[in-house]
């Protein structure tokens, strides 16, 4: 054995401990009752809500930027409730990639317009940023028989990335398309029948975005849905993953008509004004934690005071 192997070894062990110990413990709450894993999650939610400052002064904001008619005490509550909802799911996925394929069906309920999903025809999947979104992508891959693709951004953490990978991969015909290959290959899977699993509804910086309104404020948003869909010949079908005592309702709703337009600001101001309507009915599941209006159209100062 090298040197050089040797002293790297001490270094690199508790990082292998903490993954296993880490896997090791998503992996035992996969085997525990629902309202168990939900009730661990309630309380890591305060805890996060006490501890993560920065994150919650930000998800303050956004919820005042959007919410403005609220008060501050309904603020308040909406954003501790937030916590709890997004500590919940993300212990979800302990079932979600982990318990048997019996338990997460049973769990997972899909709703509303589920027709659109079999059409045999290239789609969009929009899927906003719910708590729930992995459980809506697992409950799609379960129960539509036709191929599913998803664009991946990988882990740094080697361990969590495998998880992942192998848990978004565990049913159906999912087909993980890396981000850093763009969208070609996006495309042509689209256009040979396949349905794109979509999460366009983040400030991906100034790079190839358009300054569209979100809940009234001028915000930086990419225009991929759009242009995807008009690339694959696409319909767009809008899913919405809302967390429930007994799982997640994953409801499908019906399929945009003329759309996309000739115009993709205008189109793309069209999926805000949608996704606004969405996130109305269940403001709380919503992912409020992100830096939604991080990005400022030029010469505007930033909204999140130095966070």
């Given at each position: 054995?090298?040197?050089?192997?040797?002293?790297?070894?001490?270094?690199?062990?508790?990082?292998?401990?903490?993954?296993?110990?880490?896997?090791g413990?998503?992996?035992?709450l996969?085997?525990?009752?629902?309202?168990?894993v939900?009730?661990?999650?309630?309380?890591?939610?305060?805890?996060?809500?006490?501890?993560?400052?920065?994150?919650?002064?930000?998800?303050s904001?956004?919820?005042?930027?959007c919410?403005?008619?609220?008060?501050?005490?309904?603020?308040?509550?909406?954003?501790?409730?937030?916590?709890?909802h997004f500590?919940?799911?993300?212990?979800d996925?302990?079932?979600?990639?982990?318990?048997?394929?019996?338990?997460?069906?049973?769990?997972?309920?899909?709703?509303?317009?589920?027709?659109?999903?079999?059409v045999?025809?290239?789609?969009?999947?929009?899927?906003?940023h719910?708590?729930?979104?992995?459980?809506?992508?697992?409950?799609?891959?379960?129960?539509?028989?036709?191929p599913?693709?998803?664009?991946?951004?990988?882990?740094?953490?080697?361990?969590?990335?495998?998880?992942?990978?192998?848990?978004?991969?565990r049913?159906?015909?999912?087909?993980?398309?890396?981000k850093?290959?763009?969208?070609?290959?996006?495309?042509?899977?689209?256009?040979?029948?396949?349905a794109l699993?979509?999460?366009?509804?983040?400030?991906?910086?100034?790079?190839?975005?358009?300054?569209?309104?979100?809940?009234?404020?001028?915000?930086?948003?990419?225009?991929t849905?759009p242009r995807?869909?008009?690339?694959?010949?696409?319909?767009?079908?809008?899913?919405?993953s809302?967390?429930?005592?007994?799982?997640?309702d994953?409801?499908?709703?019906?399929a945009?008509?003329?759309?996309?337009?000739?115009?993709a600001?205008?189109?793309?101001?069209?999926?805000?004004q949608?996704?606004?309507?969405?996130?109305?009915?269940m403001?709380?599941?919503?992912?409020?934690?992100?830096?939604?209006?991080?990005?400022?159209?030029?010469?505007e100062a930033s909204?999140?005071?130095?966070?």
């Amino acid at each position: 054995m090298s040197k050089t192997t040797e002293t790297a070894q001490p270094s690199e062990a508790p990082q292998r401990w903490s993954d296993r110990l880490g896997l090791g413990f998503m992996r035992l709450l996969a085997r525990l009752p629902l309202s168990w894993v939900r009730g661990l999650g309630w309380l890591v939610g305060q805890v996060l809500h006490l501890v993560a400052a920065r994150r919650r002064r930000i998800a303050s904001t956004n919820w005042a930027l959007c919410f403005p008619q609220d008060s501050e005490a309904q603020r308040r509550r909406a954003v501790r409730q937030h916590f709890v909802h997004f500590a919940q799911a993300w212990l979800d996925r302990s079932w979600l990639w982990e318990a048997d394929e019996a338990t997460v069906r049973a769990r997972l309920r899909m709703v509303g317009a589920t027709h659109e999903l079999q059409v045999e025809q290239p789609t969009v999947i929009l899927a906003p940023h719910f708590v729930g979104l992995d459980a809506g992508g697992m409950a799609v891959s379960l129960n539509v028989k036709r191929p599913l693709i998803s664009i991946y951004a990988g882990q740094l953490n080697e361990a969590v990335d495998q998880w992942i990978r192998a848990g978004r991969l565990r049913f159906g015909d999912v087909k993980l398309v890396e981000k850093h290959q763009g969208l070609r290959p996006v495309i042509h899977l689209v256009r040979g029948g396949g349905a794109l699993y979509l999460l366009p509804d983040m400030d991906m910086g100034p790079q190839e975005s358009v300054f569209v309104p979100f809940f009234g404020v001028s915000t930086a948003t990419v225009p991929t849905l759009p242009r995807i869909a008009r690339l694959g010949h696409a319909r767009v079908v809008p899913v919405i993953s809302r967390m429930t005592r007994e799982g997640y309702d994953v409801e499908v709703l019906p399929a945009w008509s003329d759309y996309p337009g000739e115009d993709a600001v205008a189109d793309t101001a069209t999926m805000n004004q949608k996704l606004e309507a969405m996130i109305a009915t269940m403001p709380e599941q919503y992912y409020w934690v992100h830096k939604r209006f991080k990005t400022r159209p030029p010469g505007e100062a930033s909204l999140y005071n130095g966070d």
